[in-house]
């Protein structure tokens, strides 16, 4: 998810194992299957008076992300670099084109395409 469809998340608009998103970047809605791991993390949040899941502003977030890369000691690392690690990881998952575009919301192959990183030695193994 975007950074923005993730902060404006609402506990109302998760049902079962998935987080319908009303309001994103290409104004279409959408929603995202949650993996088990998510859900019980989800689980142990605190539920907030204004129905937000993350109850925090876009600065703190970039802010303690940053903190937490530099204890980490990971140089250039942005959060939206997080959305392209995980797509590919969803293919990795071996979801197909279509199942991918849907939990991700990309529109276009080409778009799609801009934001998979497959590694050779993964993709070598696949090859056996």
């Given at each position: ?16 194992n ?39 502003t ?27 690690e ?40 696949k090859?056996?």
């Open positions: 998810m975007r950074m923005g469809e993730i902060l404006s998340l609402r506990w109302e608009n998760i049902n079962g998935v987080a319908h998103l009303p309001d994103t970047k290409t104004n279409d809605p959408r929603d995202v299957p949650l993996s088990s791991r998510s859900l019980a993390i989800l689980k142990e949040l605190p539920k907030t008076i204004d129905g937000r899941v993350f109850p925090i876009q600065d703190s977030l970039e802010y303690h992300f940053r903190r937490a890369v530099k204890k980490a000691e990971i140089e250039n690392l942005k959060f939206h670099d997080i959305r392209h995980a797509t590919s990881r969803l293919f990795e998952l071996n979801l197909s084109t279509f199942e991918v575009a849907s939990i991700t919301g990309h529109k276009t192959l080409e778009m799609l395409k801009r934001y998979t990183h497959f590694e050779a030695t993964k993709l070598a193994d090859l056996g």
